[in-house]
T-cell receptor, first 115, second 111 residues
Framework: EAQVTQNPRYLITVTGKKLTVTCSQN?????MSWYRQDPGLGLRQIYY???????DKGDVPEGYKVSRKEKRNFPLILESPSPNQTSLYFC????FGTGGSYEQYFGPGTRLTVT | GQSLEQPSEVTAVEGAIVQINCTYQ??????LSWYQQHDGGAPTFLSY????GLEETGRFSSFLSRSDSYGYLLLQELQMKDSASYFC????????????FGTGTRLLVSP
């Protein structure tokens, strides 16, 4: 089954404690992206990656890091989480040459609470 | 910069037709997408318009007017399961093509 998986699905942590949210896709997609979703603000892009070892900032990258060492994986790293990073996070992927639909496939989401 | 506007909430009854509008101001516009998100779920792709006109997929249709920077999602024969949030998203080229999402429209379908 074609899918994007994220772990953990729920996480409660404390300020300053480093954490990593994993994302993996099994569709051999080149493009992967992280979004955060907050009430009234829609989905905002944090980082994206066009392929292995190619990453760039999205619209709200402050406080986050990413890496793309393998095509299937795109972890999101919070080196020193703060309460304003409490949010719902989605990983997404897309293959190039998808017939023009530009469809992105989203993971199930990770609800993060930083106290 | 990019900005999109869509209503925050729309209500309708089962069997009715509802239209969710989206206006945008962007540079490097390539196309307009729509995504559906149920409470607690992930966004799922509904449609994409790159050219002016109407695209129909079952009960859902999507329209784009590039000259008016405007599009809409039309849902026909509404069902309770259509209660969800609907996001428009513009595909733009700012050095690399990406999606910029609107803030979403919550659709409430009542019996």
């Amino acid at each position: 089954e074609a899918q994007v998986t994220q772990n953990p699905r729920y996480l409660i942590t404390v300020t300053g404690k480093k954490l990593t949210v994993t994302c993996s896709q099994n569709m051999n997609h080149e493009y992967m992206s992280w979004y955060r979703q907050d009430p009234g603000l829609g989905l905002r892009q944090i980082y994206y990656s066009m392929n292995v070892e190619v990453t760039d900032k999205g619209d709200v990258p402050e406080g986050y890091k990413v890496s793309r060492k393998e095509k299937r994986n795109f972890p999101l790293i919070l080196e020193s989480p703060s309460p304003n990073q409490t949010s719902l996070y989605f990983c997404a992927s897309r293959g190039f040459g998808t017939g023009g639909s530009y469809e992105q496939y989203f993971g199930p989401g990770t609800r993060l609470t930083v106290t | 910069g990019q900005s999109l506007e869509q209503p925050s909430e729309v209500t309708a009854v089962e069997g009715a037709i509802v239209q969710i509008n989206c206006t945008y101001q962007t540079s490097g516009f390539y196309g307009l997408s729509w995504y559906q998100q149920h409470d607690g779920g992930a966004p799922t792709f509904l449609s994409y318009n790159a050219l002016d006109g109407l695209e129909e997929t079952g009960r859902f249709s999507s329209f784009l007017s590039r000259s008016d920077s405007y599009g809409y999602l039309l849902l026909q024969e509404l069902q309770m399961k259509d209660s969800a949030s609907y996001f428009c998203a513009v595909r733009v080229n700012t050095g690399f093509q990406k999606l910029v999402f609107g803030t979403g429209t919550r659709l409430l379908v009542s019996p």
